[in-house]
């Protein structure tokens, strides 16, 4: 299977603390995306990496990209309650054209 | 605004029944996409389209079809052939060449009843 595997699948954290998801993908890339889903809706674009970056921010979040390790990571710092929902990473093998979506991590913030 | 419009929100499906789920975009996107998901799963790509009257498979495309006659609308037909259709289903559009991600609607909860 092409599909991204993310890690973990679930993570329950306190407000304010940071939260780390891991994606791991098997073939070469053109770029890396990182997708938000409250639930019962749809997905919210959060942040694209290039196959040619290392790390991107964005507010409070940070994305690494490591190509030897085909991994990737979303940090999301100081969390809040209003991040309680799915995150899921999304990436494009290189000359291909169909986005290929990871399961998920499902993200808990207790307040 | 600017978006991607699914409608209906919650679709009731009988036994045998062909339903129609609509998608349409204003955001001059030329390609446009359907995704399935189940519970606690990811997504999977349905058909996409790339170009008006042109549309390709995806990876479980089998009793689905669609159409794309304007470039704003992209129908997804689930039809009596596909077994197990009670599902999520999510449209996304994007630009031409998909690089600077996707946009996607708010779904459909299909429901067979």
């Known amino acids: 299977s092409q599909q991204g595997e993310e890690d973990p699948q679930a993570l329950s954290i306190q407000e304010g603390e940071n939260a780390t998801m891991n994606c791991s993908y098997k073939t070469s890339i053109n770029n890396l995306q990182w997708y938000r889903q409250n639930s019962g809706r749809g997905l919210v674009h959060l942040i694209l990496?290039?196959?040619?970056?290392r790390e991107k921010h964005s507010g409070r979040l940070r994305v690494t990209l490591d190509t030897s390790k085909k991994s990737s990571s979303l940090l999301i710092t100081a969390s809040r309650a209003a991040d309680t929902a799915s995150y899921f990473c999304?990436?494009?093998?290189?000359?291909?054209?169909?986005?290929?979506f990871g399961a998920g991590t499902r993200l808990f913030v207790k307040a | 605004d600017g978006g991607i419009t699914q409608s209906p929100k919650y679709l009731f499906r009988k036994e045998g029944q062909n339903v129609t789920l609509s998608c349409e975009q204003n955001l001059n996107h030329d390609a446009m996409y359907w995704y399935r998901q189940d519970p606690g799963q990811g997504l999977r790509l349905i058909y996409y389209?790339?170009?008006?009257?042109?549309?390709q498979k995806g990876d479980i495309a089998e009793g689905y079809s669609v159409s794309r006659e304007k470039k704003e609308s992209f129908p997804l037909t689930v039809t009596s052939a596909q077994k197990n259709p009670t599902a999520f289903y999510l449209c996304a559009s994007s630009g031409q060449t998909g690089e600077d991600g996707y946009t996607f609607g708010s779904g459909t909860r299909l429901t067979v009843v």
């Open positions: 389209s790339q170009i008006v009257n042109d549309f």
């Open positions: 999304a990436h494009r093998n290189t000359g291909g054209f169909k986005t290929i």
């Open positions: 990496i290039r196959s040619n970056e």
